[in-house]
């Protein structure tokens, strides 16, 4: 079940909510007992530890892309 991030209008905390994706837009309480809560939209970002190989540096000189490349130069 994902996890939604709110923001609540009155007390201004922030806090997170696990529910389905059907009530991603449905407005949160806050821990405070505040109604009314926004969703705020959360980025994600992955950096490192992917799968995919890791680039090789370009040669300094020379011109070519070195020997992975697969480009004419």
Do not use: I
């Amino acid at each position: 079940m994902p996890l939604y991030e709110f923001r609540c209008r009155t007390c201004e905390s922030t806090f997170e909510v696990r529910r389905p994706m059907s009530e991603a837009s449905d407005p949160a309480t806050c821990p405070e007992g505040h109604p009314g809560a926004v969703r705020l939209l959360s980025v994600f970002a992955s950096v490192g530890g992917g799968s995919a190989p890791a680039a090789s540096p370009a040669p300094s000189s020379g011109g070519g892309c070195g020997s992975g490349c697969g480009c004419a130069h």
